[in-house]
Structure formats: structure tokens, C-alpha cells
Nanobody, 114 residues
Framework: QVQLVESGGGLVQPGGSLRLSCAAS????????MGWYRQTPGKQRELVAQ???????NYANSVKDRVTISRDNSKNTVHLQMNSLKPEDTAVYYC????????WGKGTLVTVSS
């Protein structure tokens, strides 16, 4: 079993920044892809950013140029640096890691509001 724990969410004013982190623990041999997704009530979970084991990245158009995903393979962690946050970025953010299967964290709430 693999457990993922997200941290770093909270309340931030428009234009502000947050750094989300997700740490994996448990029976891990190798983590392939890592990613961040977000979800708001009544909507499907959507991709924010993902990073491959080789460091290749992919971003949603809505956050491109405002967020950066990074990973630390030695610590089994993935981070999401979010800048210039907008109210529409408000959501629960979920971490996903691909090990032998897909694993998800429980989510961390990001609220962008003045």
C-alpha cells in the first residue's frame, strides 16, 4: 500500500502564491508519473500539472505560466508552486502518483479570496 499526504493549502488573496507538497510513503519501489489535479463542487476532477519520471512536464492551459510542478525522487515528493492565484483557482487539490497503480491523496483545499 502507498499513502499520499498533501500539505500547503489554505486561504490566499488574489495575486498571491502557495506551494503545495505531497509526500508518498509505504511500499514504493519506483514512482512513475506524479501529478496535481483539482476539483470544485459539481465539476469533474481536472488535471493541473503532471511530471514524468524523466522530468517532462505538462500543464493545463488555465494555469500555464503561473504554476510549476517539481519532484524530488529521493524523498518521494512532488510540489506545485502556484503564483498569481485567481479566485477561479479555488478548489480541492489532489496529488496523484503512479506506482504499481494510481494512488491519490485526500486533497488539500485552496481558497483564493479577498
Amino acid at each position: 500500500q502507498v499513502q499520499l499526504v498533501e500539505s500547503g493549502g489554505g486561504l490566499v488573496q488574489p495575486g498571491g502564491s502557495l506551494r503545495l507538497s505531497c509526500a508518498a510513503s509505504g511500499n514504493i519501489f519506483r514512482i512513475y508519473g506524479m501529478g496535481w489535479y483539482r476539483q470544485t463542487p459539481g465539476k469533474q476532477r481536472e488535471l493541473v500539472a503532471q511530471i514524468t519520471s524523466g522530468g517532462g512536464t505538462n500543464y493545463a492551459n488555465s494555469v500555464k505560466d503561473r504554476v510549476t510542478i517539481s519532484r524530488d525522487n529521493s524523498k518521494n515528493t512532488v510540489h506545485l508552486q502556484m503564483n498569481s492565484l485567481k479566485p477561479e483557482d479555488t478548489a480541492v487539490y489532489y496529488c496523484k502518483m503512479v506506482v504499481s497503480m494510481n494512488y491519490w491523496g485526500k486533497g488539500t483545499l485552496v481558497t483564493v479570496s479577498s
